[in-house]
Nanobody, 127 residues
Framework: VQLQAYGGGLVQAGGSLRLSCAAS????????IGWFRQAPGKEREVVSC????????YYTEAVKGRFTISRDNAKDTLYLQMNSLKPEDTAVYSC?????????????????????WGQGTLVTVSS
């Protein structure tokens, strides 16, 4: 199982970035998958996740209306479109897969619900 996030960078407040997570080694469409972030000195938190059954989504309150998660099962890729970025969005963003549940209608809203993690990509938002 491999996950690789990319697409991070430096952006001014109010700008946009699109993150991608390339997955391999498992049946991508059968599993919940999510985006997480960890800012310096803070715990890792779930940003958003998407279910495997019907693409139901979850967003943490801080990003609702600004971020959009999506998945392309044909390309084994997860995306996170981030708009109206704020300095407090600065963090290392990573993706992770929930290998425990198959074709599930909800995705875990806690990092402990995920089994495999990829290396992150740094997003820096300047004010």
């Amino acid at each position: 199982v491999q996950l690789q996030a990319y697409g991070g960078g430096l952006v001014q407040a109010g700008g946009s970035l699109r993150l991608s997570c390339a997955a391999s080694g498992f049946n991508f469409g059968d599993h919940n998958i999510g985006w997480f972030r960890q800012a310096p000195g803070k715990e890792r938190e779930v940003v958003s996740c998407i279910s495997s059954y019907d693409d139901s989504t979850y967003y943490t309150e801080a990003v609702k209306g600004r971020f959009t998660i999506s998945r392309d099962n044909a390309k084994d890729t997860l995306y996170l479109q981030m708009n109206s970025l704020k300095p407090e969005d600065t963090a290392v963003y990573s993706c992770a897969v929930d290998l425990t549940r198959f074709v599930n209608s909800w995705c875990p809203r806690d990092p402990e619900g995920y089994d495999r993690w990829g290396q992150g990509t740094l997003v820096t938002v300047s004010s």
